[in-house]
């Protein structure tokens, strides 16, 4: 049911490096032209380490492993991709649909596929509010899963309820590591004020760890934590603010599910006159070439 793309599937045989890339960033998480020149930019820095990028999606009812660069222009340009989680994948495998997929999707179909690593923007977590709308994403349930899986992403969107995603991600044993960090990153925030119980300082630093929650048969993945640079990282109470009222409108149209996180990225982006995107696509790019790092690394053994 994969159909995995030629320069992926013979990294793979030759045990070179390979990121797998989720697709929703594109589809759902940044507008046009800006979501495909950071996939293009992405998929570049993956190059540049020394590995293969490979972008998951579900296009006409297939589960592609790796786009060329068309269908990745198809994928931004489209406005039709529906936003798969794992749970959705067989429906639209079976009804022949265009398809995103979430970061808990792309975790499944990279195991599948035999990828290791991954990188992403921010993970999904506990939205606030859960105690009464139970709105949490699958992202941390499939983390708990992906056994030795490698994840690099900048912590959780700041939109969520970070501490509640820290707390469920220690409840269900996935390792939280930071890059180059303490203390665990916030999105386009580059810090939470929430400590982390570890760190590295490199991508063989990285590796290493990735390599002993392996070698050990350690259930889950370990999540790679890098903050945004400095320069681009916005001021956490501004990003507040922005926050409180774009949930505001939220509520007050009623965006429920999974419309809930493109619209909050979008009123941000208008809320910091374009700072929070140009964040955004920093850190996305940044996080696939640690990926790329990290991987090249481990297939050096």
């Known amino acids: ?15 070179r490096g390979v990121v797998a890339l989720e697709s929703t960033l594109i589809a759902h998480g940044l507008p ?30 297939v589960v592609r492993v790796g786009l060329l660069d068309d269908e990745l222009e198809h994928v931004a340009r489209s406005g ?21 997929t979430t970061v808990s999707a792309t975790l499944w179909v990279a ?12 993970l999904g977590g506990v939205h606030r509010g859960a105690a009464t709308t139970f709105d949490i994403s699958t992202d941390l349930d499939e983390l708990a899963r992906a ?39 916030a999105f386009t925030t580059a810090s939470s004020g929430l400590p982390l119980d570890a760190r590295v300082e490199s991508p063989t630093e990285a590796a290493r760890l990735v390599r002993s929650h392996r070698e050990l048969g350690l259930p889950g993945a370990v999540v790679l934590a890098q903050p945004v640079a400095d320069r681009d990282a916005l001021d956490r109470d501004e990003m507040e603010a922005a926050l409180a009222q774009g949930l505001e409108l939220a509520r007050s149209h009623g965006v429920a599910g999974k419309a809930v996180t493109p619209f909050l990225l979008d009123h941000l982006r208008k809320a910091t006159g374009g700072r929070s995107l140009a964040a955004n696509r920093v850190l996305i790019v940044a996080n696939a070439r640690l990926a790329g790092e990290v991987t090249v690394s481990l297939a050096r053994g």
């Open 147 to 185: 056994d030795g899986m490698a994840v690099v992403c900048s912590g959780v969107k700041s939109i969520l309820d970070v501490p509640a995603t820290l707390d469920a991600l220690e409840t269900r044993g996935v390792a939280v590591v930071g890059y180059r960090t303490g203390t665990f990153p």
């Open 111 to 122: 195991k599948k596929a035999g990828i290791g690593v991954m990188a992403t923007g921010g």
């Open 80 to 100: 039709h991709f529906l936003k798969a989680s794992r749970r959705d994948l067989s429906t639209a495998v079976a009804k022949g649909l265009d398809a995103a």
């Open 32 to 61: 046009w032209p800006d979501n495909l020149e950071t996939a293009r930019a992405s998929q570049a820095a993956i190059r540049e380490a020394g590995a293969v990028p490979a972008t998951v999606a579900v296009v006409g009812g």
């Open 1 to 15: 049911m994969l159909a995995i793309l030629p320069e992926v599937a013979d990294a793979l045989s030759e045990g």
